[in-house]
């Protein structure tokens, strides 16, 4: 009996690998942060405090260019003085790609997206990368969620997504590797597309770019060691790549750079404490919430986990025939040990045992960096192995692959912790929000907003960027020189600390008198209270200074015209 007719044109293709994985990471990127998917213009990813931070970054570039301004400067907070965004975490190029987002469903939406396509696309990248070592899509598949959901870029997307955004590590491995080893595209080609990755990236996170180049020259110094004949070899090719690379990364860069090392309210100094945000020695096989750190919950990101270790130094050994294994190995435990910091900590106890990372903080910006940071590279070299130990187990007998496929599996569990993930409700009191009484207020007017906005809050930042920046601010959670996490101090600003922290401060005559200065000084023309732990606290002083009491609106209080 004949079949059914075949029609004729018509042939059944597969979706190449690399977009199956594309789109499985997507959903398991989505799925982790599901809470936040329910509701996404109604909360956000992660933390309190640091979100808002990059919700005002994603709005304010392009409210900027929109108005033809330039997105590098802002004096709309820390006003008079104003803030250098690019000392600042400012994502200028996210913001640039996520306009349509940002304009269409607002920042706090652009802000989720951008975490979860930073997960998903970060572990695509690696996937990619890691083609040029594996040959199968699932050793590849293995090896780009090692890195892309690795406890390092899953704790930051806690709050930081200039830091979440990690393609550039697997993009850097990935030219770095065609330039050095392989060696097929023409110097041009490969020169201009390293050099656009590292433009891109510095628009991005200037510390990962930073981080990557450092960890690079590492690389590059131990691949000339192990293969000396062929660095002869590969000289010639790699400097002209390196040439072109460096004029298309100063076509894109050198504005930028320039205006934050020479423009206005450029910082001096490093801006992070030391020996403070780096990795606990204890932190690779212990969870995080079992010990102590000196840093925070968003940096605590070394945790390998040990069914993961056991696979990566399993792929070390079986795999140690092949040059790649053995460079990608060493390259990884260097990353690991330079993510301890200057000195060595256990279990939150800082000790005198001096390490590497003490030599490195001395080049140039690298002091500002942050060791634990490192961790997000190390993940890469990690799931590299674990992708070879799993290639090498699927050859092996039966057994040996039950075993490989329980250690990937335990390893990967191990490693993402976080179900469900934390969201937070993207709360604003109504006077701010689209049609609300802050609309009364002159365009550009200066008004002081409590909670005061600085390295203990950002609500502000979040209120004014749900304003459409309506209004400026004397404050902001933003470097400015000193280096200080915020504006300058003032009286003013203690005072508010201080009542926020639940301090007494005495409304005496001269106290009142110093607080009306810096409100002249500043040039503030109305005072918005908001919700804060010190906000009754707040009330009772500004009515013995501005004598009558705030006029309470749509979730506020407020002083219109100030005495």
Known sequence: MAGPPKIRGVTSRRLPAE???????????????????????????????????????????????????????????????????????????????????????????????????GIALSAWCAY???????DRPITCFVAGLVYGFSAALIAQALGHPHVVVALFPPTALLLGHEILVRRRSHPVVAGGLAGLAAGLQLLTGEEMLAMTLLIAAVGAALLALMRRDAARAAWPHAARAAGVAAVVFAIIAAYPLAFQFFGPQRVYGSVQRPDVYVSDLLAFVVPSQLIRFT???????????????????????????????????VTTIVVAVLSLGPHLHVDGNVTQVPLPWAVVAWLPLMGSALPARLMIIAFLGIGLIAGAAVAIGMNAMRPWRIATGVAVIAGLTAIVPWVPYPSHPAAVPAFFAPRGDVEKIAPGAVVLITPFSSK??????????????????????????????????????????????????TSTPDVRAGFVADLKQFGVTAIVVGPSPGHDAIIA???????????????????????
């Open 19 to 117: 977009w199956v994985a594309l789109v499985a990471y997507t959903i398991l990127a989505a799925a982790l942060f599901s809470r936040t998917w329910m509701d996404p213009a109604g909360s956000w990813i992660g933390t309190p405090k640091d979100p808002q931070l990059f919700i005002w970054y994603l709005g304010w570039i392009p409210h900027e260019l929109a108005q033809g301004h330039n997105p590098l400067f802002t004096n709309y907070l820390s006003y008079p003085a104003g803030v250098n965004l690019m000392w600042n975490t400012s994502m200028i190029f996210p913001a640039l790609v996520l306009w349509p987002v940002t304009a269409l469903f607002g920042p706090v939406v652009a802000y989720n997206f951008l975490i979860t396509a």
């Open 128 to 134: 990619l990368a890691a083609r040029r070592f594996l």
């Open 295 to 329: 840093g925070n919950i968003t940096e605590n990101g070394a945790y390998i986990g040990l069914p993961l270790l056991v696979l990566f130094i399993a792929g070390v050994v079986v795999g140690r025939a092949q040059a790649w294994v053995r460079w990608t190995a």
């Open 456 to 505: 203990e809050s950002t609500d502000a930042m979040y209120w004014q960027a749900t304003a459409a920046y309506r209004f400026r601010m004397i404050e902001g959670d933003a470097f400015t020189p000193g280096p200080y996490l915020g504006p300058h101090p003032s009286f003013l600003k203690s005072v508010l600390d201080d009542l926020d922290a639940g301090k007494a401060v």
């Open 541 to 563: 002083f500004l009515t013995s200074v501005e004598g009558t009491p705030p006029v309470v609106d749509q979730g506020v209080e407020v002083w219109w015209s100030l005495r």
